[in-house]
């Protein structure tokens, strides 16, 4: 066909409007001036158009940070792969990294992306070339790995979970972060994409809530425990508002004279359906659920409520970083104070180090209004997060509350009543009370007497107990006779020098 018959016909065959045809002849006539057919003209155009729409398509499937797939392309690989009609198993990973919030807020987004680019690249490493690795949303990663006898897909989670908690290095910040993971198995051609994803995000949640374990495999049981979850939030909820929770108190006493100085309020649910549960699971449930505020709020008005009838006995509470971090804690406290008319000196608000890790212009901020209202300011836990002496070197507490995780090996092991002694000297240089908990026997009370520990909590000196018996307590308070005694059992100090 002549080049002229073939524009006459394509203009048949587009039928264009009367308009259009002067525009199209000069086009064509240009064209054909050079020596080129209109059908190629037309050829390299559609070709053109398919690039473009094949790049729009990659890209729609891209995900821009880290360049691996996106989740619409992850869940497409996922249902073409069972929809395939193949047999065998196949496992979804699901990772989501721990921390990844508090990298963002402390070293800006910038780190990051670059610690996503990081995860991603070590992802890519540990699987094989065809295994379908996407970033699936802000912190979570997905892979479709095919089940291989000889590569057992719990080893490959032990060695993503590794591989992660390794740090990163970017634009000179060295970044720790780790990872929870979770996975499904599924056989093809009978499971649905949908569901494998799903159970692999359950999994991951089990992994993330369990304080063992960094990956866990879907089992049904966690399908239950995600129904549990959600019932006791209801449970909770009614609890908060019929004031089914209880506070009990646990005493602290002056470490020389065994006098009750103070009380650390703690977190009971005596009946719940689940039977009694400890503050350990209940705050998590709660922070999770949203109800930390309104469970905060119920245990700071029920602490305040027992200063007053325990005459002026001042009482810690613990905060979780969630409730301290929320906008407005130092002006909440501060009317809750107002409305009881409880003097501010005799509340000790307890944080851990969770409180500043992420937020510490914001942490700094609330314990200075904190204290220029008069109420006593713990680090709690000392010693089981980051220990970090710049907190304790820029942060105003009152006093440091050293974990109850040292008082195991106090006395048996001398590298252990050194540590102990270190911290509380360290304590005492930067003119903070320091107080020991976990207490459980006469030899660590008289330990820490003589490593000059200012206060001593623990169930040698009493268990936590319900308001009417620290009543008791005090008029029968057999601690100070414990603690003054002199005893021929007084245990020696390693020296210094002992190591
Ligand atoms: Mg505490």
Known sequence: MTSLQSFASLLAELRVIDWVA????????????RGITLRSLVDRKLAEMGERELELEKAAMTDAVTGLKNRIAFSRDLETLLDRGGQGEVAVLFLDLDRFKEVNDTLGHKVGDGLLKGVATRLREMLPEGDTLARIGGDEFAAIVRIDPTRPVDDLAIAIVEAVYEPFLIDDHVVHVGASVGIAKGMRPTSSA???????????YDAKFSKTDSFRIFD?????????????????ERAIRNDELALKYQPIVDSRTGELTSVEALLRWPNSSQGEISPGDLIPLAEESGQILALGGWILDKALLAVRELKNVPIAVNVSPIQFRHHGFATIVSDKLLASGVSPDLLRIEITEGVLISHLDAAKSTIRQLRQMGVVVVLDDFGTGYSSLSYLQNLDFDYLKIDKSFMKDLGRRQLATQIMRSVIDLGHSLELKVVAEGIENDWQARLLQLLNCDYLQGYYIGAPMPLEDLHKFRLNNDVREKLTRASAETPELPSAANG
């Open 194 to 204: 949908d569901e494998l994803l799903r159970q692999a995000d359950i999994a991951m």
């Open 22 to 33: 002067p525009v199209v002849c000069v086009i064509c006539a240009a064209a054909l001036a």
């Open 220 to 236: 049904e049981r966690m399908s239950n425990m995600i129904a549990l979850r959600s019932s006791m939030r209801l449970e909770l």
